[in-house]
């Protein structure tokens, strides 16, 4: 089943090359190869198990803690000693199971979607990338990619962008029916996209006083690492797409 989920990739990716599409454009298709393989795996998992995704992992996850009671009692008790209390062995596993659960009954519910959400611009992204260079490792003839630092999105693409997450987020704060899933989706989708926009305007600001390449990437892997709570790549890449600082420095550059 894989192996005809990756079929629309593949074909979207062969496309993209064969026309020699530009970047963007080729990245686009390989964007809704991502997407269809997400559908056609979601839809076979239903099929398969009558199911939505979400809820066969979390029966999985209730099935592990119930067979596995070690584990479970384990869990159970880093729980206990989150909340400032003594670990405990007088308790049945029923009740471990019921109190550990919950957790990852939160944490899936939203964040299995919001994963399929952001595979479709990182792998479109990706997988273009891989190919297009063992493309041209075979001699094939291929288009352009810019440098990361100049990565850019579509002029228009910040505005409806940026008005669908709002939405979506009123939506949410509102509390409108599924809404909470529908901005964990939405913010998975367009803050990957925005994240990678981010990624590539810090390395285009640090590349003119960092010449190493490496130790630009160190020092943005760390950032990374230590405020990824704050989305902050996220928010530079919208701000980067609002204000188009890079744009401005070169069009002042040529002015000069």
């Keep these: 089943?894989?192996?005809?989920a990756i079929i629309p990739i593949v074909v979207c990716i062969w496309v993209a090359l064969r026309k020699k599409y530009s970047f963007l454009?080729?990245?686009q298709l390989s964007c809704l190869g991502c997407a269809l393989f997400v559908l056609i795996t979601l839809g076979w998992v239903y099929l398969a198990t009558g199911k939505d995704i979400v809820t066969v992992y979390l029966d999985m996850v209730k099935q592990t803690l119930q067979q596995n009671e070690p584990l479970t009692r384990s869990l159970y008790n880093t729980l206990l000693g989150m909340s400032g209390t003594a670990a405990t062995s007088q308790i049945s596993l029923t009740d471990a199971v019921n109190a550990v659960y919950p957790y990852f009954e939160d944490a899936f519910r939203?964040?299995?979607?919001?994963?399929?959400?952001?595979f479709i611009p990182v792998g479109g992204l990706v997988f273009f990338l891989l190919a297009r260079a063992a493309a041209k490792k075979a001699g094939a003839s291929v288009t352009p990619v810019p440098?990361?630092?100049e990565f850019k999105l579509p002029p228009k693409f910040g505005r409806w962008s940026i008005a669908i997450i709002v939405v979506c987020w009123i939506g949410?704060?509102?509390?409108?029916?599924?809404f909470d899933f529908v901005f964990a989706i939405t913010f998975a989708f367009f803050g990957s996209i925005y994240c990678i926009l981010g990624?590539?305007?810090t390395e285009w600001l640090f590349k003119k006083q960092i010449k190493s390449a490496f130790t630009r990437f160190l020092i943005i892997a760390l950032v990374a690492i230590l405020f990824w709570q704050l989305y902050i790549f996220v928010f530079i890449g919208i701000l980067e797409q609002i204000v188009k600082i890079r744009h401005r420095a070169e069009a002042n550059k040529g002015s000069l």
């Design 1 to 4: 089943m894989l192996i005809i």
């Design 172 to 178: 949410q704060l509102a509390g409108w029916r599924n």
């Design 110 to 118: 939203y964040s299995i979607p919001a994963v399929c959400a952001a």
């Design 147 to 149: 440098a990361f630092s």
């Design 25 to 27: 454009a080729s990245v």
């Design 199 to 201: 990624l590539a305007f």
